[in-house]
C-alpha cells in the first residue's frame, strides 16, 4: 500500500479519535456545569423564600405594633376629650357665678352711688342753715376762723417761725461747711507763690567766667537777648536768673542751659540760641496746657484754647501761677458740683478758663473777663462754659448754678493762707508799669526792668534816635517815671544805642 494513503488514513484515524475524546471531555463538563447552575438555582430559592418568610414576619410585626398604638393614641385622646369636656363644664359655672356677682356689684354700687347723693344733699343743706344761722357764707366762716386761731396764736406762730428759720439757717451753714470742708481736704496740693528767679546750675565753677566773658560782653548780650538779669554771686554752681515775667525767666533759662551743654558762649551764638528757644518754647507752651486739660479731664477743648492755657504758666496773679491756679480752681469747682448734684463736666471747664483772658490782656484792652468770654465765642467753646466762668467777679449776672460753683472754687483757691501774696503783686505791677512808660516813647525798641526795679535798660533802633537823642531820651523817660510812678529809692534809666554794620563776603 502506498504510503501516502496509510499516512492519510492515520491522519483521520487520529483526528476522529481526537474528536471523539474532546466530545467525551465537553460533555462531562457541560453536564458538571448543568448540576453546579441547578444546585446555586435551588440555594437561591431556599434564601429567596426564606427573605418572604422573614419580610412577612417583619411585616405582621409592625401592623401589630401599629394597631397597638392607634389603639393607645385613640384612649389618650379620649381621655383628654374628658378633661376638655369637664374643664369647659367648670368654666362655664364660673362665668355664671362671675355674672351673678357682677351683677349684684353693681345694685350695690348703685345703692351707693345714691347714699353718697344724699349725704351731698345733706352736708349741703347743713352747710345753708349754718349759714342761716350764722349770717356767715362758707368762705367768710372759715376767714374768720383762721384769722381768729392766728390771732389768739400770733406770737407763738412768731417765735415758731423765728426758730424754724434759724434751724434752717444753722443746717444750711453747717451742710455748706461740710461741703466746703469735704472739698478742701480732698484737694490738698501743695503750692507756694512764684518767686521772680530762677536757678541754673553749673556742672563746673569754672563755667561762670565763661559766661560772663571778656569785659561782660557775653552776660550783656545774654541780658539784652531774654530781656532778663543774669545774678553771678557766691551761689556754688548755679547761676541765678531774675524777671518778673516767667515767660522771660523760662526763655532765658533754657537758653542758658542749652549753652551751656553746647560750650561755645559768644554774643552771637547766644543771639542764635535765644531766637531758636524762643520759637521752641512755643511748642512747650502747646504740652503744658495739653497737661492742665490732661490732669482737669477734659478732652474736647479746641488747640487754640489749650495754647492759652499753655501761656497762663507764665502769668501771676498775686503771686499765684495763673494756669495752676486755674487747674486748683477746675478740681474744686467738679468736686463741689458733684456734692451738689450740678453738671460737673461744666463746672470744670468753666472753672479751668475763668482767668483765660490774662493770658492776652496784657497785649488787648479790656478786663480778662471780657476778653475770656470773645476768646471761648470766637473757638465755638459751648455756651453754658462761657456762663459759669464770665460771673466769678460779679460782672455778669449767675445765669446758671455752675457759675456759683465756679465762684466759690475761685474763692476758696485764692484765699487759703500761702496762695498769694499782696507785696509780690504790687512789686511786678511796679516794673510792668515802668516797662510800658518807656515803651511808649518814639524810637524805643526794648525796654527791661532789671534790679528789682531800680534800674530799667533802653534799647533803642539807631536810625531814629542818636546819640545826643539817647541822652535827651533818658531824661524824658526818668522825668515820666517820676511824675506817673510812686516808688521807694531811685530808678536808673539806661538808654543803650547799639549800631551793627552787617556785609557778607561772597
Do not use: C
Request: no cysteine; charged share 35%.
Amino acid at each position: 500500500m502506498n504510503p501516502i494513503w496509510i499516512a492519510a488514513l492515520a491522519l483521520v484515524a487520529g483526528g476522529a479519535v481526537g474528536y471523539a475524546v474532546k466530545f467525551f471531555q465537553s460533555h462531562r463538563q457541560s453536564d458538571s456545569l448543568e448540576k453546579d447552575f441547578k444546585a446555586k438555582q435551588e440555594a437561591a430559592e431556599i434564601e429567596a423564600k426564606t427573605i418572604v418568610i422573614t419580610a412577612k414576619d417583619k411585616a405582621a410585626q409592625i401592623v401589630a405594633e401599629a394597631q397597638t398604638e392607634e389603639r393607645e393614641t385613640k384612649q389618650e385622646l379620649r381621655r383628654l376629650e374628658d378633661r376638655l369636656t369637664k374643664k369647659e363644664d367648670q368654666l362655664n359655672e364660673e362665668r355664671n357665678s362671675l355674672t351673678k356677682d357682677k351683677e349684684k356689684t353693681t345694685e350695690e354700687s348703685k345703692k351707693i352711688l345714691e347714699r353718697e347723693e344724699e349725704l351731698k344733699k345733706m352736708r349741703a343743706q347743713a352747710v345753708l342753715d349754718l349759714e342761716h344761722l350764722s349770717g356767715l357764707s362758707a368762705a367768710e366762716a372759715k376767714q374768720k376762723m383762721l384769722l381768729e386761731i392766728q390771732e389768739a396764736n400770733k406770737e407763738e406762730l412768731a417765735r415758731l417761725l423765728a426758730k424754724l428759720e434759724r434751724e434752717k439757717q444753722q443746717t444750711v451753714e453747717a451742710k455748706a461747711a461740710e461741703i466746703v470742708t469735704t472739698v478742701i481736704q480732698r484737694y490738698a496740693r501743695d503750692r507756694i507763690a512764684d518767686a521772680t528767679t530762677s536757678l541754673v546750675p553749673l556742672p563746673s565753677e569754672d563755667l561762670k567766667g565763661k559766661i560772663i566773658g571778656r569785659e561782660g560782653r557775653n552776660v550783656r548780650a545774654f541780658e539784652r537777648a531774654t530781656g532778663t538779669e543774669v545774678i553771678v554771686d557766691e551761689t556754688p554752681e548755679g547761676i541765678v536768673i531774675s524777671s518778673f515775667d516767667p515767660l522771660r525767666r523760662e526763655l532765658a533759662k533754657i537758653s542758658l542751659e542749652k549753652l551751656i551743654r553746647d560750650g561755645r558762649i559768644q554774643p552771637a551764638r547766644i543771639e542764635e540760641v535765644v531766637e531758636q528757644t524762643r520759637s521752641e518754647l512755643d511748642s512747650y507752651i502747646q504740652k503744658v496746657g495739653e497737661d492742665a486739660v490732661f490732669e482737669v479731664g477734659i478732652l474736647d477743648f479746641p488747640k487754640e484754647i489749650i495754647h492759652l492755657l499753655g501761656r497762663l504758666n507764665y502769668r501771676t496773679s498775686y503771686g499765684q501761677n495763673v494756669l495752676q491756679h486755674s487747674v486748683e480752681v477746675a478740681h474744686l469747682a467738679g468736686m463741689l458740683a458733684s456734692e451738689l448734684g450740678l453738671n460737673v463736666m461744666v463746672a470744670k471747664k468753666g472753672a479751668l478758663v475763668h482767668d483765660l483772658g490774662k493770658a492776652i490782656d496784657h497785649e488787648v484792652e479790656g478786663t480778662h473777663v471780657d476778653l475770656g468770654r470773645k476768646l471761648l465765642k470766637k473757638y465755638g467753646v459751648d455756651e453754658a462754659v462761657i456762663k459759669a466762668m464770665e460771673a466769678h467777679h460779679d460782672e455778669y449776672p449767675y445765669s446758671i448754678p455752675e457759675a456759683y460753683v465756679v465762684t466759690t472754687a475761685d474763692a476758696i483757691s485764692a484765699a487759703r493762707p500761702g496762695a498769694r501774696r499782696d507785696t509780690l503783686e504790687k512789686y511786678i505791677k511796679r516794673l510792668e508799669d515802668i516797662e510800658n512808660i518807656v515803651k511808649s516813647f518814639e524810637g524805643v525798641k526794648q525796654a527791661f526792668a532789671v534790679s528789682a526795679g531800680r534800674e530799667v535798660r533802653v534799647f533803642v533802633t539807631p536810625e531814629k534816635i542818636d546819640d545826643f537823642g539817647s541822652f535827651q531820651l533818658a531824661k524824658q523817660i526818668s522825668g515820666r517815671i517820676q511824675s506817673d510812678l510812686q516808688y521807694p529809692g531811685e530808678i536808673k534809666v539806661v538808654v543803650i544805642r547799639e549800631v551793627r554794620a552787617i556785609e557778607y563776603a561772597r
